[in-house]
Structure formats: C-alpha cells, structure tokens
C-alpha cells in the first residue's frame, strides 16, 4: 500500500483539528488533569505555585527569623505529618497541628486574592479541611471511637485511602487515553463529534474491559523498565494499544497488547521519528509554560498520530497480520452505504421526510399563555398527545447527523450501544406545565429546600432545626424560583447558556427582594447575611450562591421538572388536585400564621454572621438578629 509521509500525516491532522478544535482540546486538557497524560501541559500552575513559594520566603525574609521559621515548619506541614503525629497516639497534637495548618492557609488566601478567601461559606470549610489534614483527623476519630485503637483507625483510613486511589487510577487515569483516541478516530472522517461520546464506553458497557487491558498494557511495561532495552522498545511495542481497545474494546488483554506488537514491527524507529518531529512545537509550549501545549501541540499530536494509527491499520489488514481481523470498527474509516443507513435508521428518515405536525393553533388568553410562559391551564388529551410526539421528535432529532453522515453513525457500531432509558427520552424539556404541575413542582422544590437547608445544617453543627420563617417542612423560595424559571424564562430553554445567564438575574432579584421585604416586615429580623463572601451585595445576595441558582436552573429545566411532570401523568389528575389543593390550603394557613408569629431563634435567626461557617447559596444562608 502506498504510505503516507510524516508531512502528509500532519496536514491531515490539522484538518481534523480545525474541524473538531473544542472537544479535541478538552479532551487533552481533561486527560492532563485527571493524569493521564498531558500532564506536563499544565506546568503553568506549577510555575504559579513556585512563584508564590518565592513570594512567601521574601515576606519571611522582612520579618524576624523566629516568625521566619515558624511560618517555613508550619506551611511545610502536610497530611503526613498529620497521619505521623496520630500514630504517635496524640489525637488532640494531630487536631491542633491541622488547626494551625488551616490558619495559615486562610492567612495565605487573604494576603492574596479576594476570590480566593476561605472564611466563609461550605465550600471553604470543605476546602479548608482537605488541604489542613482535619477530615484525616475526624475519619481516624471515627474509626477509633468503633475499633477502640487509634492505630488501627490510622491503617484502616489508609488502606482505604490506597483502595480509592487504585480504584480511581484503574477505572479512570489508566483507561482515558482510550476515551481520547476514540474521540480522535471518530474526527477523521466525521464533521461532528460530540461530547456523548465520551461516555461511550458505558454505552457498549466495555468500561471495565477497556480499563482491563490498559491495566495489563501497564503492568507488562512496568516489568520491562526493569531493563534498559525494554523502556523504549516496549513504548513503541504498546504504542498502539489505546487505539485498538478504543476500536474493539471487546479484545482480550493479550490479544490487543499481541496486536499493537506485530503492527508496529519495523514501525518502532519511524514512531519514534515522527514524535520527534515535533519537538519543535514541545520548545514552544515550555517558553509558554505549558499553554500552548494546551491548546495546539498536544490535540496536534494526537490528532496526527491517529491518523499514523489508520495507516498502520490498513497496512495489518492488507497484510492478515494475526488478530487485525478484530478491528472490525469499519465506519471509522469510510462512510456507510446510504442503503446500510436506510436499512438502520428507517425511524429516523420516516421523520425527516415527513412534514413536521403542526400544533393546534391556541387563540386568547390560554394561547398567550402557552406561548410566553408555557402555561396550560388544564391538559387535554390532544396536548398529552403533542407532548408525547414532541419528545420522540426531539429524540429523532438526535440521529439525524448519523443519517447524513456527518456523525459517526452509532447503530453500525459492531458492539450495539445501550439505548438510553425511555425516561431520559422522554425528557422533553420544551413541553408546556399545565396549574398542577407547576403547583406540583412548586410543593416538590420548597420540599427538597427545606430538607436541604435542614440536612446542612444538621451536618454543619449537629443540630435538628426546623430552617425558614414558615413552620412547615417548606421553603417556599425554592418553589417560587423553580416555577419563575420554568414560565418566565420559557423562551429561552431553545440556549442553555442564555438560561443559565437569565436564571442568574431572576433568582438574584428573587433573592434580594425576598431578603429585604422579609427584613422589613419582621422589624429588621435579617434572615440571612452573606457579608463577607466574594461579591456580595448587601448581605442579601453573593456570587457564589448565584453561581448554585444558575446551575439548579439548568437541571430543574432539563431534568427535574420533566420528571416530575411525566410521574404526574401516571396518577390520576382529579387525585393530584385533590392532593395539591389540600397541601396549598395548609402553606397557605401556615403562611398566614407566620406572618403575626415567624419561626426565629436558635438556628434560624440568632446566629451572628461570619460566626461558623455558611451553607451553600440560598441553602446555606448565615442567619443573624440584625442588632
């Protein structure tokens, strides 16, 4: 067969990265984090973290030499030293020895940027408590108070600890080069590749088979560094192993490792070549600390080696290599017969050559209902019906990229995938709320706020309270703001990203004036105070909790109200009204009630703001008594 040359190779690796230039550099730079590889990419946090090593020794410096050291063995300090000083059977110096660690991170973070401040809020104390070593010290308390010896609680934490790591390597580190080539391979020939197909892998269920042989990849390497020969030859012997298991995840360890071997005999010095071929680009992205490996050099390469992998594919089919008969993936390569396609997708092309159903045309005011606000007033069966057609419409929809050949087409795929569950399917986020259902929703999120709210607080100090201003188990500000976005911002749910921005806003006002109207009318009784966290306004509201708003929207839009809504049409509707209509009748009379006599006190309306550490957005709000 005629080879293509490195310079070929290349041009046709950046065609596929300029086509796919997003989700080929997340893929890389997800890798890079996780630690798969790449992981040099990210020598521009290093480079920060070194800077402000440097930074803290010049401050040392203008102060006296015994402050000097004590912030050097202090900041030096490390989870180690924590597990040590518990061994020693001293429980109370290993909780002391976190305390200070955590004092001098917070005073780290104040001395530096504000977004990064530590005092305040969940996040910070989960923060605060990993990077000091004192959940070390409530695990290992807790493991002692059931085994009765602190040493014993020190193994069991760190066998644990070492079980979780291995887990995590094994079921992620090690096997997401397959999941990146697989992306790669599917941008060869294809206009589109999306982010599902990330989880493939799930899909075929071949998770733990792909992460098999990656495994067994890595342990026989592993043995042949124990030689010098073997670090290098073996590299190149291997190299091709993710690309298989990304083709035909079902092989044998040994099958594709056997595979990869015989495909690169007399191909290891040319591989080797052609990685240093692009040396010069690794030059560039050192001067860059790393950038510029991120987001060229590394989804290039990659791009590029794929492309070699193709070739040498080819070259073991052409010549009946053993075991080049499993990569039998052959749409990564060319693109199906229209007639196979016809014959696959009959579902897909019945709806694309059928004229779109027009919906019945609603006139008045149920008609500006239903088209600002997606509001019905009671549910016919004929809008039941439209529901229903919408959603295997959308669902349709999906697959019409696979019929065009512009997407790999996923039911050609010799591994059938699993198709998603008919719930998920019937996720039609862009249906119309009939009264009951929005009342349904209302009930169900003040429910889920209060039982959130309440279980915070339980686990942040160890005490039942019953949170909010009302006395039932309702936050109302939680069901107001879950309906508020599923009808005034109905428009936009077509651009999740215009929802998230706009739910930002809607529940920030919400919040705000919630804040400030519940302050005036309980005589200056602030319920909650976000004073101190990173952009606040007034207490009332801060970034953090509009960032929580923001996503909450995006997953009551898409996923929870959805739903609940399809669970309410499996009950009968005169039972959910007779339902809602008793359970509004109570929030109602609990409402009213609140209004002479407010639920405060301890909990709730006595804490003292920047006291003891928040809840998260309007869930973990910090309570004071204004003074």
């Known amino acids: 067969m005629n080879m293509k040359s490195r310079k070929e190779l290349k041009k046709l690796g950046r065609n596929s990265l300029k086509r796919h230039y997003a989700i080929f550099v997340a893929a890389c730079l997800i890798a890079a984090f996780l ?28 102060g006296d030499f015994s402050s000097s050291v004590k912030t050097e063995v202090n900041s030096s300090a490390t989870w180690d030293d924590v597990l040590l000083t518990i061994a020693e059977n001293d429980t109370e110096a290993g909780r002391e020895m976190t305390e200070q660690i955590k004092e001098d991170e917070i005073r780290k973070a104040e001395s530096g940027s504000p977004v990064f401040g530590r005092t305040r809020g969940v996040l910070s104390g989960l ?5 000091s070593g004192s959940i070390i010290v409530t695990m290992v308390a807790a493991f002692a108070s059931i085994t009765g010896s602190d040493n014993l609680g020190i193994l069991i934490l760190i066998l644990l600890g070492a079980l979780g790591a291995f887990a995590f390597w094994f079921l992620v580190i090690n096997m997401f080069q397959v999941v990146v080539r697989s992306v790669f391979m599917e941008g060869m020939i294809y206009d589109r590749v999306t982010s599902q197909r990330f989880t493939f892998l799930l899909r075929i269920k071949k998770w733990l088979k792909a992460s098999w042989i990656m495994f067994v990849k890595y342990f026989y390497y592993s043995l042949w560094c124990a030689t010098i020969v073997g670090i290098a030859v073996k590299r190149y012997s291997y190299y091709l192993v993710p ?3 990304a083709e035909n995840p079902s092989m044998k360890a040994n099958e594709a490792i056997t595979l990869s071997r015989k495909m690169m005999d007399g191909h290891k010095w040319e591989c080797f070549v052609f990685e240093l071929s692009f040396i010069g680009w690794q030059i560039l992205g050192i001067f860059t600390m790393g950038l510029f490996n991120v987001f060229y050099t590394n989804p290039y390469m990659v791009s590029a080696f794929t492309r070699y992998y193709a070739q040498l594919r080819a070259e073991a089919l052409e010549k009946k290599i053993p075991g080049s008969e499993l990569l039998h993936d052959t749409y990564l390569y060319e693109k199906a017969d229209p007639s196979l396609i016809a014959a696959k997708y009959p579902d897909v092309i019945q709806v694309m050559d059928a004229p779109e159903q027009k919906r019945e045309k609603l006139t008045g005011w149920r008609g ?6 997606g509001i019905l007033i009671l549910r016919r069966q004929q809008d039941r019906a439209w529901e229903k057609h919408q959603a295997e419409y959308v669902r349709i929809h999906s697959m019409i990229d696979d019929v065009q050949l512009e997407a790999y087409p996923v039911r050609l795929y010799p591994i059938a995938e699993e198709e998603r569950r008919k719930l998920v399917q019937s996720l039609n986020y862009m249906r119309h709320y009939s009264v009951w259902s929005l009342i349904t929703i209302f009930l169900s999120m003040s429910l889920f706020g209060w039982l959130w709210e309440v279980g915070m607080h339980l686990v942040s100090y160890g005490e039942f309270v019953n949170r909010g201003a009302l006395h039932g188990p309702w936050l109302p500000i939680y069901g107001t703001g879950a309906v508020l976005i599923l009808t005034f911002l109905y428009r936009f749910r077509r651009n999740p990203a215009l929802l998230f921005g706009t739910t930002v806003v809607l529940c920030g006002f919400l919040e705000y004036m919630t804040s400030l109207v519940m302050e005036i009318a309980t005589g200056g009784t602030k319920w909650w105070d976000y004073s101190g966290y990173f952009l606040n306004l007034n207490g009332r509201i801060c970034a953090e909790g509009l960032l929580v708003f923001g996503i909450g929207g995006l997953a009551i839009t898409y996923m929870l109200a959805p739903i609940i809504d399809n669970l309410l049409e499996k009950v009968n509707e005169k039972r959910v009204m007779a339902v809602c209509s008793v359970l509004m009748v109570l929030f109602a009379a609990d409402a009213v009630y609140s209004q002479f006599h407010p639920n405060a006190g301890k909990g709730v309306t006595d804490i003292e703001a920047g006291a003891q550490p928040a809840l998260p957005s309007d869930s973990g709000r910090t309570q004071n008594r204004a003074v």
């Open 35 to 62: 630690g798969s590889e790449f992981t040099t990419s990210l020598d521009f946090s290093s480079a920060q973290k070194r800077e402000e090593t440097v930074r803290e020794f010049e401050r040392n410096m203008e």
């Open 127 to 131: 923060v605060n408590q990993l990077s």
């Open 368 to 373: 500006f209902l239903a088209d600002n606000f």
């Open 243 to 245: 690309y298989i298991a």
